[in-house]
DNA sequence: TCAAGTTGTCTAGTATCATAGACAACTTGA
DNA sequence: TCAAGTTGTCTATGATACTAGACAACTTGA
């Protein structure tokens, strides 16, 4: 079989590897334990065992899987179980998880209001924005990159504040925003974009939850609107409803 | 650039596909717009005229564009959006867009459940379980795939009754459970497997979104347990804080 | 009517994906 | 010590993805 067979413009050893790691997101295959000989892997996917070799090297690379020569392939990594609640502090998520939660500024410049962006937060269409582009990481993984957008006049300086803080609970905190929470939350899954699979350290090809929500305060005004993209092969959202 | 540059196992022409359809999920060309020639996107991706045209013939064939000869290419369709509630009801979701629901059955057997399953369900590990494959469209569009799970001792003929009503809430009604509502809900992403991608009617390689949940009855007694997986490019999940 | 811009189809050449087979290097357990 | 099983590396070959250029067929607006 060829990739032209499939017709699906994936290559073999890319699907093989799609295989395999999603046998261990959905613990067919559990950190530690050793993976069916590459020979064995061959037959079941019906490849070459060369192949199979390409998939196992793009595994080893991200880290998911070690080779021992001699003795086998083994299992290494799991996944950040991530809550979507009213009250959703990525600081607080990660600390959880043991991990030491980190911002990193990407990028900040002014924008202005599309229709959507206006409505999101309660501005006329053109209104002056300031657009955030961050990443966000878990010890040294990348977890999410977010394009945040606040406006311009309740938020001035918004980029720099940003930069200075590494988090929006600080900036928001800055401008005296003493509590808020989420709004309504949209979430929907594509294939990642060049620059957010490099940002994200993911292949081209992989998943990205694409998550859209804006934060309100406690009155129920809008305060920023995001658009987050998450590496899907690290993360898993829970919805806790009541 | 070829393939092997990148390293990424998705072949170029895909990649050109992704971003384009990417662009009509995300309102950068909306319904009716006119695509940039296919020049002009060859030159945007630094790729060949024929590496373009094959992007387009894919996403012609899905349905996302129409080509007109002489005149240009144009965009053809939009998104179901889908609420998270604690009252989940396909029939409603789908209905209420004023599409008709439909429901089908893949194939239901028994099954012993996993520790993780006999959690979820409240149930030991190895008790018998009904496991009953489904396959949701709204009208004639595939929109996922279900896997249920149901203790055979309190659901006995639970997959020959789904296969008469093809409704979750019906089979219930059947057993007696007057309502129901959703448990936690776990959400991510993946790349369909072929099976998945076959029935979702979806090209290999795309994204699902991958939902484990849990339906409880009044009295928070585990009923049901289930991992649907999306076709992501035709669903958009809203998650609704109170 | 005509020019500019569009999609459709053809012919080639090159890079590389995937297969195939062989053997080396190493680990493990009998 | 040895046999079986594992990963690592090499050579070779066919299929095809991607590039390149040319021209036909058609639409649109001046």
């Known amino acids: 079989m060829t990739m032209q067979d499939s017709a699906s413009g994936v290559a073999l050893w890319r699907q093989v590897a799609d295989g395999i790691e999603r046998g261990i997101a959905n613990g067919t295959y559990a950190a530690g334990d ?69 911002g990193q500024l990407i990028d900040a410049s002014e924008d202005v209001a599309t229709k959507e962006l206006a409505r999101e937060l309660g501005l006329k269409t053109g209104a002056a924005l300031i657009r955030i582009e961050a990443l966000r990481l878990a010890d040294r993984t990348p977890i999410c990159v977010s394009t945040s957008w606040l406006a311009a006049a309740r938020f001035p300086d918004a980029g720099r504040v940003f ?21 309504t939350t949209r979430i929907t899954a594509a294939i990642a974009d060049a620059a957010d699979a490099a940002r994200l350290d993911l292949a081209l090809g992989r998943p990205v939850l694409v998550v859209d929500s804006t934060d309100v305060d406690i009155d129920g005004k809008p305060l920023v609107t995001k658009r987050s993209r998450f590496a899907a092969e690290r993360i898993e959202f829970v919805v806790e409803n009541g």
Chains 1, 2 share one sequence.
């Open 34 to 102: 050793k993976l069916p000989g590459e020979t064995e892997i061959a037959e079941i996917y019906r490849v070459n065992r060369h192949t199979v070799r390409r998939a196992l090297a793009t595994l080893a690379e991200r880290g998911f899987v070690r080779a021992e020569r001699g003795s086998g392939t083994y299992v290494e990594a799991p996944r950040l179980a991530y809550p979507l609640r009213s009250r959703t502090r990525f600081s607080e998520i990660v600390g959880a998880g043991g991990q030491e939660p980190r």
């Open 163 to 183: 930069g200075a803080t590494r988090s929006m609970t600080k900036l928001l905190a800055h401008y005296g925003v003493r509590d808020y929470r989420r709004g």
